[in-house]
């Protein structure tokens, strides 16, 4: 992960301005690391998503659907509080189901 880091730093000094990897892409390598049970990996990369791209719902989704399944109930609870900041419409659906 230091590598991918490393290299949009460059890019974005190259450049002079922020380059950043696309989140798409990010979240679709992670959902292929997760479907290949290698969770470390997809972890860094959703993790990497949220840092760019915070009030990303997607960004948010993905790395709580890592932690659902990878059984970790305190961070699911924790990501999915934060899907709640971000889209308050959930507290309505979560509440009525």
């Known amino acids: 992960m230091d590598k991918v880091k490393n290299h949009y730093k460059h890019l974005s000094i190259a450049f002079g301005k922020e380059i950043k990897p696309v989140e798409e892409f990010v979240n679709n390598l992670g959902y292929r690391f997760m479907g290949m049970q290698q969770?470390?990996?997809a972890e860094d990369l959703w993790k990497l998503n949220v840092t760019n791209y915070s009030d990303s719902f997607n960004?948010?989704?993905s790395l709580g659907d890592l932690y659902v399944a990878i059984e970790n109930k305190e961070r699911v609870i924790d990501s999915f509080k934060k899907l709640i900041s971000l889209d308050t419409s959930l507290t309505i659906y979560i509440t009525h189901n």
């Open 39 to 41: 969770f470390k990996r």
């Open 59 to 61: 960004a948010c989704d």
